[in-house]
């Protein structure tokens, strides 16, 4: 990301999500080392993420595609897991899975490894669910810059699927996208994050302040680039659940300090919670 300086039929139980499980499925993916989009591990990465969403029922497909980068062409795969509902709608949480490529090692235990290790906890925690609409859940590749960030360098997983599920008239049946990032942080404070629907923000706040997490979240105002924005230009209602202010001024943000110390399965949990409750106030 960059920061721009301009449903169920049955009740659904927001306490089934577990922060420490997802905290357990974040140091699986950490535990792969560096995952830069094109590297072996990412490919182990990948694997595992596909094996723990079938065990978890879902319908997994994967969104294989070339992208052409500062480093040269490499291959990035998006995955995305299914549960079906009957209403012909669908609503997407997503994230993504990859790290940014530096000279040392950077193992992004919060950026990179909590948006998938959460995505990985609601997949087990609705796995007996019943919904009317179809719900996502969007692994991104490729979110990272390759080199610096631009329009071209950035979002190549989001970007690519935005353009895909256009073409197949998913996008269309929308009803919501909302994208997770950095969310681990022991600290946690959710941005009110301009680009995203208003709307939409005030039924996430609202869901997090009917569970008692207000304080958690629109810490402050800010416009950030992710893996929402693509979703957004194409007309979905989408929004951004992200903490940018990740240890003392932000020191901890792609540097070797972001490691599993940084994250509280508490954190977590808020978000999962949330996003829970989110969905069940999204299905008709």
């Known amino acids: 990301m960059r920061l721009l300086l301009l449903f169920s039929f049955l009740p659904l139980a927001a306490a089934d999500f577990s922060g420490q499980k997802a905290l357990e499925y974040t140091q699986a993916?950490?535990?792969?080392?560096?995952?830069?989009?094109?590297?072996?591990?990412?490919?182990?990465?990948?694997?595992?993420?596909?094996e723990q969403l079938k065990a978890n029922g879902w319908q997994v497909s994967d969104?294989?595609?070339?992208?052409?980068?500062?480093?040269?062409?490499?291959?990035?795969?998006n995955i995305i897991a299914r549960k079906p509902g009957l209403s012909g709608r669908a609503v997407a949480i997503t994230g993504h899975y990859d790290t940014k490529r530096?000279?040392?090692?950077?193992?992004?235990?919060?950026?990179g490894g909590s948006s998938a290790g959460l995505l990985l906890e609601l997949s087990r925690s609705l796995k007996d669910r019943s919904f009317k609409n179809d719900v996502y859940l969007v692994f991104f590749d490729g979110?990272?810059?390759?080199?610096?960030?631009?329009?071209?360098?950035?979002?190549?997983?989001?970007?690519?699927?935005?353009?895909?599920?256009?073409?197949?008239g998913i996008t269309d049946r929308l009803t919501a996208l909302i994208n997770v990032d950095m969310?681990?942080?022991?600290?946690?404070?959710?941005v009110n994050e301009l680009y995203s629907s208003e709307p939409l923000r005030r039924v996430i706040t609202q869901a997090a302040a009917s569970l008692g997490y207000a304080r958690h979240f629109n810490a402050s105002d800010l416009p950030i680039e992710d893996d929402h924005v693509p979703f957004l230009r194409k007309g979905v209602r989408s929004a951004d659940l992200i903490d940018f202010e990740y240890g003392p001024n932000h020191a901890w943000w792609h540097t070797p300090q972001d490691t599993m110390d940084k994250l509280s399965p508490a954190s977590f949990e808020v978000v999962g919670r949330t996003l829970a409750e989110v969905l069940k106030r999204l299905d008709p």
């Open 29 to 50: 993916l950490v535990n792969f080392g560096p995952r830069p989009s094109g590297t072996p591990a990412i490919v182990k990465t990948q694997a595992y993420i596909v």
């Open 63 to 77: 969104d294989a595609f070339s992208a052409k980068t500062p480093a040269g062409t490499l291959q990035m795969k």
């Open 102 to 111: 530096f000279p040392f090692p950077f193992v992004g235990a919060n950026d």
């Open 143 to 168: 979110e990272e810059a390759v080199k610096d960030w631009t329009v071209t360098d950035s979002l190549y997983g989001s970007r690519h699927l935005a353009d895909k599920w256009q073409a197949a």
């Open 183 to 190: 969310i681990g942080d022991r600290d946690l404070k959710i």
